[in-house]
């Protein structure tokens, strides 16, 4: 028993003592700071108020002293451009002079900094010679310390733009999505009495990381995986997911060690990782966080992901966050959970203890029900990508309709609402929405609906279609968007009634009626996966972009430029270069991935088929000097010469494609049918004459 405790309170002690270590956070600057610069950062950071610059000037002085004393040589504005990765430029903390070098940073620094931004995607924002970008301090999201073998670097989250004040970056779009959410969750709480006085409302998100880990050896003999993330060649292994053994079974040694040293990091970079677990697929894992607000979460993942890839390293293992780094095996997500905090510190998806909260709650619901309608093809479009496209649909993942799963209770309480005869719950208790006698709703009272793209789990709304690679801002600067249009019709519509002097709940429920009447079309809570449900949702009207260029067309037209200008949060210009930047990677990812396919075809495959036929050829030959039949020999032969004779075809295709600039789906269809033919060989061909390792050896061989 002495034991067991002196092992537990090492444990926490390990996690208080080195959660947030390597963070620059309030309570590192409360100790730090004078009281007037502290006030005035928890301001900023609290209420979005502006920064004192005598304060801004402390701020970076004991921010240099804390990250030398951390053992940070230099620093860098950490960002996010268009490429859907982070970028930095290390600058050392030194200034030189003729009396030798002294340690430099001031405000100047920690608040600006000033890339090249021509080599970032711009999508005609800016031309190649108007190399002048900025980065600028983002005090919502805490500086940390990333630490290397030789020493650290404090990093500084930044929002990125042009010389003209254009967003090259996802950051930029996603504080103004926030910005407009806060107006509008604002908006509506004064009409429900609630006093937003120097108060703020924002979205909370959790985001949920699969991943695959394989041995760094077999990582190395792929070309696929090192160029392109994926396998774009890889016979199914006979033994896969089929019998469901590794879905939350025990976790091998090497990778509990993997993941015990992965939590430490995430630990001291403030990032709260809470959950780790298989799963459904051979080598798949995933990681969970506990809630934070969401621009911080957002920084905290694209952070994780690093972190990951560095930590796997060090135990030999290659993290792959590709969305489908091997066909026939689930592909990997991230699932980002969102919810809406008010004003009043609330979260607005959690049904209340009294009427008031509970009509606040259903307001908010049927909100985001008509968010998510009006904008379906929009939200898909947040969403698409080249990797994507392998996940999306395959029986593994939401399909690209996009639908909202509510659950039996709720969908009951939404029925009653529209027939406007609302008195009980499916589980029993009278419900009237704006009545003092109105009931707590029950929490936690649906299912999990693993199949739907956007459903809803208890205070929160998952949405599953996010890929794995995704950075968490695209989706969400959508899904802020939306809802803060939403919400802002709403609002037009109960400041009408109130001048008109109407009663407020009756306008309420009336409100609440109306929405579920329109956009209840978008509710599904059966089996998203079958061909029944796609039928029905055509019916529905419901849109089913299957592939990037079809989702990405929601981005070019009048009326997403219009929505997202209308509330300042991309203007047409910034939007219109996003549909570009997006367009263009898929395409390129397409082309390289296919010029790769005919490389690998042309040296690897084709030469280890042409050896192995010369090696059926020489026993066929030595076999039938000696005068016995060969005829299982000859047979495999001709299979093996046959498939090998259509595979030159389809590489020869696929190589024109290329070279001719065919589209991106094009060539996608011819990669598809070169490795349907290359796996076939790969099933005939022995081991020891097959070129790469096999799905068997990579998935199982940890």
Not at 68 to 92: D, I, N, S, V
Not at 173 to 188: D, F, T
Request: charged share 25%.
């Amino acid at each position: 028993m002495a034991k067991a405790a002196k092992t537990k309170v090492a444990a926490n002690d390990l996690i208080a003592n080195t959660f947030g270590d390597n963070v620059f956070s309030l309570k590192v600057m409360a100790k730090r700071l004078s009281a007037k610069s502290y006030k005035s950062i928890e301001n900023t950071i609290q209420t979005g108020g502006k920064l004192d610059p005598v304060a801004a000037q402390e701020v970076a002085e004991k921010m240099k002293e804390w990250a030398m004393e951390k053992g940070a040589t230099h620093y860098c504005h950490w960002f996010q451009p268009l490429t859907g990765t982070t970028a930095e430029k290390q600058e050392a903390f030194l200034d030189f002079s003729p009396n030798g070098f002294v340690t430099d940073f001031g405000s100047k620094q920690l608040i600006q900094g000033e890339p090249d931004a021509s080599s970032f995607p711009s999508g005609g924002l800016r031309a190649t010679f108007e190399a002048r970008g900025y980065t600028g301090w983002d005090p919502n999201s805490p500086a940390f310390i990333k630490e290397t073998s030789k020493g650290a670097v404090l990093c500084i989250p930044t929002f990125f733009i042009g010389w003209h004040g254009e967003a090259l970056d996802k950051k930029t779009p996603l504080l103004r999505s926030m910005q407009a959410l806060n107006k509008q969750v604002c908006r509506l709480s004064e009409l429900f009495g609630i006093n937003t006085k120097g108060k703020r409302a924002f979205a909370t998100l959790g985001g949920e990381q699969e991943y695959f880990l394989i041995d760094r050896d077999f990582y190395y003999q792929r070309l696929d995986l090192i160029q392109t993330g994926r396998t774009l060649f890889g016979k199914e292994p006979a033994k896969h997911q089929q019998m469901a053994d590794h879905y939350f079974g025990a976790i091998k040694t090497r990778i509990v060690e993997f993941m015990e040293d992965l939590d430490r990091e995430l630990w001291k970079a403030g990032i709260p990782a809470k959950t780790r677990h298989n799963e459904v697929a051979p080598s798949q894992y995933e990681i969970a966080p506990v809630f934070e607000e969401l621009n911080v979460a957002v920084d905290h993942n694209m952070l994780t992901m690093e972190i990951m890839q560095r930590i796997a390293e060090k135990h030999g293992l290659v993290c792959l966050l590709h969305e489908k780094p091997f066909a026939g095996v689930n592909g990997s997500g991230k699932h980002n959970n969102w919810s809406i905090v008010g004003p009043d510190g609330k979260n607005w998806l959690s049904p209340g203890q009294n009427p008031h909260e509970n009509e606040k709650f259903l307001v908010t619901l049927c909100a985001v029900i008509k968010a998510v309608d009006s904008n379906a093809a929009l939200l898909r479009s947040a969403v698409a990508s080249a990797g994507n496209d392998h996940r999306l649909g395959s029986h593994e993942a939401p399909p690209a309709i996009i639908s909202i799963f509510l659950g039996e209770q709720l969908t009951h309480i939404v029925e009653q609402i529209e027939k406007g005869d609302l008195k009980e719950t499916k589980h029993g208790g009278t419900l009237h929405l704006g009545i003092d006698s109105l009931p707590e709703l029950p929490r936690d009272a649906t299912d999990r609906n693993r199949t739907s793209p956007f459903a809803f789990t208890g205070s929160k709304f998952e949405f599953r279609a996010v890929g794995s690679n995704f950075s968490l801002a695209g989706p969400n600067i959508v899904l802020n968007l939306i809802v803060a249009d939403a919400i802002a019709d709403i609002c037009d519509q109960l400041e009408a009634d109130k001048k008109a002097k109407k009663d407020f709940n009756a306008s309420v429920e009336k409100v609440v009626r109306d929405i579920i009447k329109k956009h209840k079309r978008v509710i599904f809570n059966g089996d998203n996966y079958t061909e029944e449900w796609v039928k029905e949702a055509e019916k529905r009207g419901l849109p089913n972009n299957r592939n990037t260029p079809a989702a990405l067309s929601a981005l070019n037209t009048p009326e997403a430029a219009n929505l997202f200008e209308k509330h300042g949060v991309l203007t047409k210009r910034e939007l219109k270069s996003r549909y570009d930047i997006y367009m263009e990677t898929y395409e390129s990812i397409l082309k390289y991935e296919a010029a790769l396919a005919v490389d690998m075809v042309r040296t690897m495959y084709l030469p280890a088929v042409a050896g192995y036929m010369a090696s059926l050829a020489e026993t066929v030959k030595a076999v039938e000097s000696v005068d016995v039949k060969t005829s299982a020999v000859k047979k495999t032969l001709a299979e093996v010469s046959k498939l090998n004779d259509k595979a030159l075809d389809q590489v020869e295709k696929l190589e024109k494609a290329v070279s001719s600039g065919a589209a991106g789906l094009d060539k996608k269809e011819l990669m598809e049918e070169l490795r349907e033919t290359i796996d076939a060989l790969e099933a005939l061909v022995t081991k020891d004459a097959w070129p790469v390792p096999s799905y068997a050896e990579m998935l199982f061989m940890l």
